[in-house]
């Protein structure tokens, strides 16, 4: 066997710094060096530089539609509180909006109402004043009537019990015309149904032929204009026996 020669050996041996240089060359491009060192002058390794800028922007710049999302959002709540404002307000337009012809149609409504109310007061006011002129003027008849009545019995007094001559009967008939135009009507005859409602009874006597009460003899005539007594009739009632 030859002896080891060690300074043959190492002689043989290639040199460092030529073997990395070999090394570096056949290495891909942006990949680590074998021993695990930092890439030469300081760079830092291309995939982590471009994760950290992409991370910083993310974070800080919002992007282009986030931004146009919240401009909408915003642009939907004012008009939305706008809707509800008009809501409030009314659905009537407002008067600035109206053009000369709806501010002219509003006006003319406004008048036509105004006048048929005026026009319904007038009615009612018109009814009022009529039916207390005709109240004004029964009670004006009234008075007459109440005064003349002692004068009335006394003709009708005259008229039963004895002869009157022509004049005192024409006399007496335009009297009765007279009350006539003024809506007086007089009641009270012999034989008709008594009826306390228009009868004044002085006196009750029993009858044997009656079968109810009627009047057997008027002391005084009644008036009444229309549905009103002003003076019921006193009578003698003949009534049934008992």
Do not use: C, W
């Not at 509003?106 to 009022?128: D, G, K, P, S």
């Not at 006399?171 to 228009?198: C, H, L, N, Q, W």
């Not at 009460?213 to 204009?225: F, K, L, N, S």
């Amino acid at each position: 066997m030859a002896e080891f020669n060690k300074d043959d050996y190492l002689n043989d041996l290639p040199d460092a710094d030529d073997f990395a240089d070999k090394t570096a060359a056949s290495a891909p491009a942006g990949s680590a060096p074998a021993d695990g060192t930092a890439p030469a002058d300081g760079q830092a390794a291309p995939g982590a530089g471009d994760a950290g800028d992409g991370s910083e922007t993310g974070a800080s710049v919002p992007a282009d539609g986030d931004a146009q999302t919240e401009q909408d959002a915003a642009a939907g709540a004012d008009s939305g509180d706008k809707s509800q404002s008009e809501s409030e307000s009314g659905s009537e337009p407002a008067e600035d909006t109206l053009t000369p012809l709806g501010k002219a149609k509003q006006e003319a409504a406004e008048y036509l109402e105004a006048l048929q109310r005026e026009r319904a007061e007038f009615i009612n006011y018109r009814n009022r004043a009529a039916k207390e002129q005709e109240r004004f003027r029964q009670h004006g008849i009234i008075d007459v009537l109440t005064a003349l009545l002692p004068a009335l019995d006394d003709i009708d007094r005259i008229r039963e019990h004895s002869e009157m001559d022509d004049s005192f009967k024409a006399v007496s008939a335009k009297i009765d015309k007279a009350f006539e135009k003024f809506g007086v009507e007089k009641f009270g005859e012999k034989g008709e149904d008594f009826d306390p409602t228009r009868h004044d009874a002085i006196l009750h006597k029993p009858d044997p032929t009656a079968d109810k009460e009627i009047v057997d003899t008027v002391v005084e005539a009644g008036y009444r204009i229309g549905d009103r007594v002003i003076r019921a009739a006193r009578v003698v009632v003949a009534s049934p026996q008992a």
